[in-house]
């Protein structure tokens, strides 16, 4: 159901507050350009229970119009496949680390030692090597035609940020046009996770 912008509740609000909201909702219709570095296809799920919106992320060898790998999602769509891919790619990478390593420790051992060698899925470091991959940036926002060339880039609010945000801020990604990062950061980036 698409919002109205002029139907906000204004009932205790200063009309500050009010213009804060509206751009929060401004943002969250941002198109985001997202890659997929895997070899499946991944579905975003947003809002089961009442729209079921979903969008499929192709693998890294399709493409459905965008590129290959690469799908164009709203901002409230990309937070969410942010922070599931780049958390199954931590996984991943730490599991494939430990089968390669496992026969160094002892059959007693390995469960101890698996959980120390393990990756974190919070390790920063990890976080800011897989963020530029898998975000390439807004492709249109909301409302605009163009972008403005000066336009400076807005510093994210502090607070309770994820992993996935927080590498977005730390890597200045929260406001980047699409198509800054090569394919050979990406060619380094699928070779060092397979």
Known sequence: MPMDTNIIPSTGRSPAAMAYHIDLWKR????????NPTEQDYVIHFDRMRSNQRWVVPNKNKDIGHGKGIQEVPQYAMVLYREAMGTAIILEKSKKLWDKDKGNYRIEDRSKMEENSALRSNNPQEWDEIIPILIKGIVKRFGVDEFPEDEPLESPQTGSMSMGEAA???LKMTDMDAGLHNDEEKKIFIESIT
Do not use: C, G, L, Q
Not at 28 to 35: F, L, T
């Open 28 to 35: 969250s219709e941002d198109i985001w350009r997202v890659y």
């Open 168 to 170: 977005m801020a730390r």
